[in-house]
């Protein structure tokens, strides 16, 4: 079992930048797959981007290639989100999760979840 925390975000205007952390405790990170997911009010959460287990795949969603960043420390048992050049439409919640897969976008495959972070980007 693991436990997820995220730290980071909060507010921004349009065209700047945030990062995200998130520590995990108990069972060693690299023995999960990692995902950020996003959910806006009365939408569905959706997949931001996704790191395999040593951070040698990653996967984003089409509305932030080219703009965000996931990497992970396994050391330090963190995974990151940079966030640049962001819009008002990345405004929302962002979580952590941890999957026992090889690289899902699926957030039905995640097993593990972060509490959840508000990131707003105002126009």
């Known amino acids: 079992q693991v436990q997820l925390v995220e730290s980071g975000g909060g507010m921004v205007q349009t065209g700047g930048s945030l990062s995200l952390s998130c520590a995990a405790s108990?069972?060693?990170?690299?023995?999960?797959?990692m995902g950020w997911f996003r959910q806006a009010p009365g939408k569905e959460r959706d997949i931001v981007a996704a790191?395999?287990?040593?951070?040698?795949?990653?996967y984003y969603a089409d509305s932030v290639k080219g703009r965000f960043t996931i990497s992970r420390d396994n050391a330090k048992r963190t995974v990151y989100l940079q966030m640049n050049s962001l819009k008002p439409e990345d405004t929302a919640v962002y979580y952590c999760?941890?999957?026992?897969?090889?690289?899902?976008?699926?957030?039905?495959?995640?097993?593990?979840w972060g509490q959840g972070n508000q990131v707003t980007v105002s126009s």
């Open positions: 999760a941890a999957a026992n897969r090889a690289l899902p976008t699926n957030p039905n495959l995640y097993t593990y």
């Open positions: 108990g069972r060693t990170l690299s023995a999960y797959a």
């Open positions: 790191i395999s287990r040593r951070g040698d795949s990653t």
